[in-house]
Structure formats: structure tokens, C-alpha cells
């Protein structure tokens, strides 16, 4: 019994020393990719805040509008203010941060489409939790701008706009 024990524990330390490696390899390949995203971005990082936050005042216009009519539901509200977003925002980033004049390749349509719906409901999801820790809904959305938008600007750059589709 006591070799069955020691063979099992053996196992779970030679598991778990895999385990962190690979961790440990994920997590230096995050810092590369880090360090890369805040070193080479050629003012891209600084023209899409400046775009951003233009869109952003008014995307959150639109939202804190739809928020504030009570009869309007949240995934609703997030959806239309999303809708608005993706517009501008398709037009904007592809245009004057990330340089594609080709901005009806389908490929890159889909691939915008795809961001701004995990967006959506990122949003949407988390103003829901943040409502159980008793921020407003109001609140809730202003609290994850700054964390959509640079999901979003990494995202962009670094599949949707991607040069060599």
C-alpha cells in the first residue's frame, strides 16, 4: 500500500513540474508579446487612444442614453452602443491607425466582427457581475472602458489588421 502511495505522489509531482514548466513558458511568451506590443507600435498605440477616445465619448453617449431609458434591457443597451462602435470604429482604426484601404476584404470584415462581438459581450457580461458588487449600471460601463479598449487595440493590431492576411 505504502508503494502505491509513494508511486501516485511520484506522479503528481512529476505532473505538476510539467505543469510549471509550461506555465512558466506561457508566461514568458505573454511578456514577449507584452514587450513587443509596448516597443514597436510606430505611434499606432497613441493615435488609436486619441481615435478611440473620440469614439468612445460617442459610443458611451449613445450607451449611458439607452442605459438611462429603464424600459431598454442591458444586452440591449451594450448591443446598439456596440453596433455604433463597430461602425466607427471599423472605418477609423482600419483607416488612419492600422493603414488598410482595403476595408471590404470579407476576411477582415469577419475578423472585426468576431472582435466586436466577444467586445459586446464582455461588456455586457460585466456590467451584469459588477451589478452584484453594487456599482450601477451606468458605472459598470465606464469601469471596463479602459479594459476593452486595449483588449480591442491588441486584437486589432495583432489579428484583425494583421498586414500579411
Known sequence: MGRIVNILLYNDLIRNLILLHLMKNSIE????????????????????????????????????VFLRLNFIPTSIATLASQLINMFLGYIIYSKFVFKRNDLLIKKVLFKYLLLMIILWL?????????????????????ILIPFLALISFIIQKYFVFKKNL
Request: aromatic residues 20%; hydrophobic residues 55%.
Open 122 to 142: 464582455t461588456n455586457f457580461n460585466f456590467i451584469y457581475i459588477l451589478g452584484f458588487f453594487g456599482f450601477t449600471r451606468n458605472i459598470s460601463a465606464l
Open 29 to 64: 511568451e505573454i511578456f514577449k508579446i507584452l514587450n513587443k506590443f509596448l516597443i514597436q507600435t510606430k505611434g499606432q498605440k497613441r493615435l488609436f487612444l486619441f481615435l478611440g477616445i473620440i469614439n468612445m465619448i460617442i459610443t458611451n453617449l449613445f450607451l449611458q
